[in-house]
């Protein structure tokens, strides 16, 4: 699946949990395309950093442990799923067309 390709990439520099099922997540998400998947991606580290930064006390450093300790997990993909995510839904034809159909073109 393309989906899952794209999504290897985009997450190979993440520190990911242990639930992270990113073929589960491909199948989520039929009808992306890639610059999509990325954005879903930044979204989901986001989401990690602002969950864990959350948990600390403002003026606190962020040390290489507390760094460290920082992992993208599959509830994380699933906020940056949410309605919210993109602002629009991903286009997906309802109904197949053929390549050649441009008749609609000139009426």
């Known amino acids: 699946c393309e989906r899952l390709e794209i999504?290897?990439?985009?997450?190979?520099?993440f520190k990911l949990g242990p639930d992270i099922d990113l073929?589960?997540?491909?199948e989520k998400t039929q009808g992306f395309v890639g610059a999509d998947l990325a954005q879903?991606?930044?979204d989901a580290?986001?989401?990690?950093?602002?969950h864990k930064v959350d948990m600390t006390r403002l003026g606190e450093c962020f040390d290489a442990e507390f760094l460290d300790s920082m992992a993208v997990s599959q509830g994380h993909f699933t906020c940056a799923l949410g309605p919210q995510a993109?602002?629009?839904t991903p286009?997906?034809?309802?109904?197949?067309?053929?390549?050649?159909?441009?008749?609609?073109?000139?009426?």
């Open 7 to 13: 999504l290897n990439v985009h997450t190979r520099n």
């Open 23 to 26: 073929t589960h997540i491909a």
């Open 40 to 42: 879903l991606c930044a």
């Open 45 to 50: 580290a986001r989401t990690c950093i602002r």
């Open 86 to 88: 993109f602002g629009r």
């Open 91 to 107: 286009l997906v034809a309802s109904t197949p067309v053929a390549a050649d159909d441009d008749s609609d073109l000139y009426a």
